[in-house]
Structures are given as structure tokens and as C-alpha cells.
Nanobody, 122 residues
């Protein structure tokens, strides 16, 4: 069973920075992509950033230019560097790993971490 363990959340003032980490229990190359999603109180979970096996990154418009996703393949870890944080970035951040199973019936398997809370407040 795949395990994803997040760390790095906490309380930060507006304009500050945090770095989230997500450690996977197996090689990150076993996944088609990994990424970060977030869920604010009363809102649906939304994509923040993803990175594919090939290193292609994708960001939500709301975080472009402020957040950066990266990975350390030797440590099976994905990071989310968050700069210029705003109160609206407050949410529980979840690590995601996705596998596409190709066969007669192809399907996608999503794995999730338990989440780490990021609070941006003065």
C-alpha cells in the first residue's frame, strides 16, 4: 500500500514562506504524476501544482509565480515551496500520487496523504 507523508505546514504571516514536503513509500517514478491539492474550510479540494514523471509542472493560476513544485528522486520526496503567502492560501494541503493503469480497461488510481494545515494570518 502506497503511503504519502506530508510535513512542513504551520502558521505564517502574510508575505511569508513555507516549504511542504511529501515523502512516498516507493519510488516516485512508479507514479505518472505527483502533486499538491488544497482544501479550504467550506470549499472543495482544488489542484495547486503537479509534476509528471518527465518533470513537467502545472500550477493553478492563483499560485503561479509564488509557488514552486520540485522533487528529490533519491529521497522519493516532492516539495512545494510557497512564497508570498496570502490569507487565501490558508487550507489543508494534501499530497497526491497518481498511477494510470493501462490495459483492456484503463483506469487511474489516486493516493493521498493525510494533509498538513497551512494557516496564513497576522
Amino acid at each position: 500500500q502506497v503511503q504519502l507523508v506530508e510535513s512542513g505546514g504551520g502558521l505564517v504571516q502574510p508575505g511569508g514562506s513555507l516549504r511542504l514536503s511529501c515523502s512516498a513509500s516507493e519510488s516516485i517514478f512508479s507514479f505518472n504524476s505527483m502533486g499538491w491539492y488544497r482544501q479550504a474550510p467550506g470549499k472543495e479540494r482544488e489542484l495547486v501544482a503537479t509534476i509528471t514523471t518527465g518533470g513537467i509542472t502545472n500550477y493553478a493560476n492563483s499560485v503561479k509565480g509564488r509557488f514552486a513544485i520540485s522533487r528529490d528522486t533519491a529521497k522519493n520526496t516532492v516539495y512545494l515551496q510557497m512564497n508570498s503567502l496570502k490569507p487565501e492560501d490558508t487550507a489543508v494541503y494534501y499530497c497526491n500520487a497518481r498511477k494510470q493503469v493501462v490495459g483492456s480497461h484503463s483506469y487511474v488510481v489516486d493516493y493521498w496523504g493525510e494533509g498538513t494545515l497551512v494557516t496564513v494570518s497576522s
